[in-house]
């Protein structure tokens, strides 16, 4: 276990997944000024993650998230579920398959006191189906925080049907630590930021498949007729293509819904590796 100094902060949060929002929950949280312990299974990541890290780190400085004079966080880097125990909340942010998150619900309710926050930042798997695999239910709950989350305060927060009155109260005080601003929404597929959203991206990717407009056109249309921040297929970039599928699928199976069933263009991009920003290729091209 890689470790650096140590934070007197009095929140410690641990999250669980070293990817693209693992990595993103993380660096907010050492923004703000907290401990961090990042868990992977794997020790490569787990070292890229120290590298991207850094980078985003940086960025938040120029962003004006992180004065100069400002100390991040400590951040500790492990491969053991076990070095959660001492977390005041856990993060899982981990692929959108139910079986990787239920092991580890599993294994991580093993380990944490109990009355511990088990937050999943799932992006369209109820929080209830995951709770079922939790020791104690009441503890789960879920977040779905935006890519980058030190830069988009709004959190949505998903409150399952066996969420306790402790964990929400918890969930609040680590949120008000990262400076974010929950919005509580009812556990279904989805939530509301997923369910909205993710179709809309892959009826925009249809419209590119079919050949009535390209990307940039799709784009250039959403931003500067409808007011849109970011066009749908540049934020398919950014949310990474095969996330968007992974969730697309898991829409689709519980809700049936044929505008969430992932088209044939993104699954030729996951397919090619061209995955979004993360790959440096996926509507758009990325040089860094």
Not at 13 to 29: D, F, K, S
Not at 194 to 208: D, E, K, Q, T, Y
């Amino acid at each position: 276990m890689k470790t650096e100094p140590e934070s007197g902060a009095s929140q410690l949060i641990a999250v669980v997944g070293a990817g693209v929002m693992g990595v993103g929950i993380a660096t907010l949280a050492l923004v703000r000024g907290l401990p961090v312990i990042l868990v992977d299974v794997d020790d490569t990541r787990l070292s890229e993650a120290h590298t991207r890290i850094a980078a985003e780190l940086r960025m938040a400085q120029l962003m004006g998230r992180l004065a100069d004079d400002e100390a991040a966080g400590a951040l500790t880097t492990t491969t053991a579920i076990a070095d959660v125990a001492p977390a005041t909340v856990v993060i899982e942010a981990t692929t959108e398959d139910l079986a990787v998150k239920a092991k580890v619900f599993a294994e991580i309710s093993a380990v944490v006191a109990p009355g511990t926050p088990l937050v999943s930042n799932t992006s369209s798997i109820p929080v209830d189906e995951l709770a079922a695999f939790a020791r104690r239910p009441e503890d789960v709950v879920g977040t779905h925080f935006m890519n980058p989350p030190y830069l988009i305060r709004t959190v949505e927060v998903i409150r399952g049907v066996r969420t306790g009155e402790h964990t929400m109260a918890s969930l609040s005080g680590a949120l008000a630590a990262l400076g974010q601003d929950p919005v509580v929404v009812r556990d279904t597929p989805g939530f509301v930021t997923s369910r909205v959203l993710h179709p809309m991206i892959n009826g925009a990717a249809r419209v590119v498949e079919q050949g009535t407009a390209t990307a940039e056109d799709v784009d250039a249309l959403m931003e500067n007729c409808l007011g849109h921040r970011t066009g749908p297929l540049r934020t398919a970039d950014l949310i990474g293509i095969d996330n968007l599928v992974d969730s697309l699928q898991v829409l689709y199976d519980r809700t049936g819904d044929e505008g969430c069933r992932p088209c044939d263009l993104l699954l030729e991009k996951v397919r090619l590796g061209h995955h979004g920003r993360k790959s440096g290729r996926g509507f758009y091209e990325y040089t860094n």
